[in-house]
């Protein structure tokens, strides 16, 4: 009932009803001083339970701290390069409890360029994703004094094949929409225009500083090689060791039995590890980042879709000049 956008054009009421999550809740009393922290996805944690949906994320409980791994960005005749010795940020999503998801929930704010999908539950017959056709929203920083958040996603947050900020623009209004904690009139009635949108990117640092996988892996002398591939369950050792609980590993590229190395194997998982998804649960608001670590396979998630054979997974070294 609550999914997708509700719009309300009547005049004078389209600011105030413009929040797709939850319509109808009110700009007042959400710094969530008189509120103790809720733990997501407890029996608590349901929009009739909480005080304030602001202040406990009853919706999107189930946080997904998602890193990626590429070895090119497309764009680095124009500078846009990787972080050396860094995985870089895909996005900080709320799942539902259940591990499932839906996407674009507030169409009021809709920056992202490129939908996908195009309608908000991904079937022809869902409500249009019109794409952003605005100015680019890494122009927005400079006024509110946040150049140093936008040099941190420049360096950390990096696209690949489009310009930074469609990526981070795809992240927000396909994602960060679908947390009741950042919905807009969380940020009261005299909200700074684009204050959820920042501090939910200031919230996505705050789980990537704590998740050095590139470090993690290098510890259990994981490193990126064109000449040596990995088996996955090290990979998940490694990382299990220090985040304490495993998580989901994603790979793309051939099917390890498409190839040379595996041909007449049952195993058809894939060869090219590129992502890495933290799992938690949180208490109170996610931009607090009081956070309970969560097996990836907690939720029903699967941990893998990478090779599980000896020496399967490519953890490849990036193109010359794609990093520094
Ligand atoms: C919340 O805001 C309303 C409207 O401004 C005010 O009347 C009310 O006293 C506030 N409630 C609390 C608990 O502060
Ligand atoms: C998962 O939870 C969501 C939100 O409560 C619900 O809409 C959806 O039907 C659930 N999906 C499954 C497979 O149970
Ligand atoms: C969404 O994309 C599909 C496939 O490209 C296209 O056929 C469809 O018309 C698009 N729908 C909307 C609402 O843009
Ligand atoms: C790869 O493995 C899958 C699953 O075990 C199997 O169905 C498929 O036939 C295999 N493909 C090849 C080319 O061996
Ligand atoms: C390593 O291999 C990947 C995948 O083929 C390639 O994109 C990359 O440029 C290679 N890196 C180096 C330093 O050769």
Redesign the pocket.
């Known amino acids: 009932m609550y999914r997708g956008a509700v719009l309300v054009s009547v005049a004078g009421l389209a600011q105030l009803a413009s929040a797709g999550l939850y319509p109808g809740i009110t700009t007042d009393n959400h710094t969530c001083a008189l509120v103790d922290p809720v733990l997501s996805c407890s029996c608590k944690a349901t929009p009739d339970k909480v005080a304030d949906t602001c202040c406990t994320e009853t919706y999107g409980g189930l946080l997904v701290a998602t890193q990626i791994w590429n070895t090119f960005t497309g764009l680095e005749s124009k500078g846009q390069i990787y972080p050396k010795n860094h995985w870089t940020i895909h996005g900080l999503w709320p799942d539902f409890c259940n591990g499932s998801y839906t996407q674009y929930c507030d169409l009021s704010r809709q920056y992202d360029p490129k939908p996908v999908p195009n309608t908000t539950d991904g079937t022809p017959h869902g409500t249009p994703v019109p794409p952003y056709t605005g100015e680019p929203i890494d122009k927005w920083f400079k006024p509110y004094g946040k150049l140093d958040l936008l040099a941190y996603m420049n360096k950390y947050w990096v696209s690949q094949y489009d310009p930074n900020w469609v990526f981070w623009a795809h992240e927000f209004s396909k994602h960060a929409t679908c947390y009741s904690t950042f919905q807009t009139e969380c940020y009261g009635p005299k909200a700074t225009e684009h204050g959820d949108l920042f501090e939910f990117f200031e919230t996505v640092i705050k789980f990537q500083r704590t998740l050095p996988t590139f470090k993690w892996l290098s510890k259990a002398d994981i490193k990126p090689s064109n000449k040596t591939a990995y088996t996955l369950s090290k990979i998940q050792k490694a990382l299990t060791k220090e985040f304490s609980l495993v998580p989901f590993l994603g790979c793309s590229g051939p ?4 190839t040379e190395a ?7 998982g894939r060869t090219v590890l590129s992502e890495v998804w933290y799992y938690y649960h949180v208490y109170g608001r996610p931009q607090e980042a009081q956070a309970k670590k969560l097996a990836a396979d907690a939720s029903g998630g699967s941990l893998s879709t990478c090779a599980k054979a000896k020496d399967a997974v490519w953890y490849y070294e990036r193109s010359k000049g794609s990093e520094q």
Not at 255 to 258: A, D, H
């Open positions: 099917r390890y039995n498409e595996g041909k007449g194997s049952k195993d058809n």
